[in-house]
């Protein structure tokens, strides 16, 4: 079995920071791409950033230059540090892995519950 959790999400001031963090745990083999997607109120979940487990990193437009994914290997813990967060920003952030586990020798897309994300004006 393999969990994803999610963590970090909050209320945020306007032009603030959050630091949301997703750990892996379970019977894990390896860990390929992780990915953060978020999904406002009424709107499709998005893609907004992913890394690869060698730390080769991609962002969607809206967020280059403020969110820095990155990957604690070592932990299984994939990170979204979010700055300069803009009222569009608030979202559910959910964090994505492909996951390849002791018994089943092949990727498999994991989801992490989700975390809120609020930014006040």
């Known amino acids: 079995q393999v969990q994803l959790v999610d963590s970090g999400g909050g209320l945020v001031q306007r032009g603030g920071s959050l630091r949301l963090s997703c750990a892996a745990s379970?019977?894990?083999?390896?860990?390929?791409?992780m990915d953060w997607y978020s999904q406002a109120p009424g709107k499709q979940r998005e893609w907004v950033a992913g890394s690869t487990s060698a730390g080769s990193t991609n962002y969607v437009d809206s967020v280059k230059g403020r969110f820095t994914i990155s990957i604690d290997n070592a932990k299984n813990t994939v990170y979204l540090q979010m700055n300069s967060l803009k009222s569009e920003d608030a979202a559910v952030y959910y964090c994505?892995?492909?996951?390849?586990?002791?018994?089943?020798?092949?990727?498999?897309?994991?989801w992490g519950q989700g975390t809120q994300v609020t930014v006040s004006s």
């Open positions: 379970g019977s894990i083999f390896s860990i390929g791409d």
């Open positions: 994505a892995a492909n996951i390849m586990t002791m018994a089943r020798r092949s990727y498999l897309l994991y």
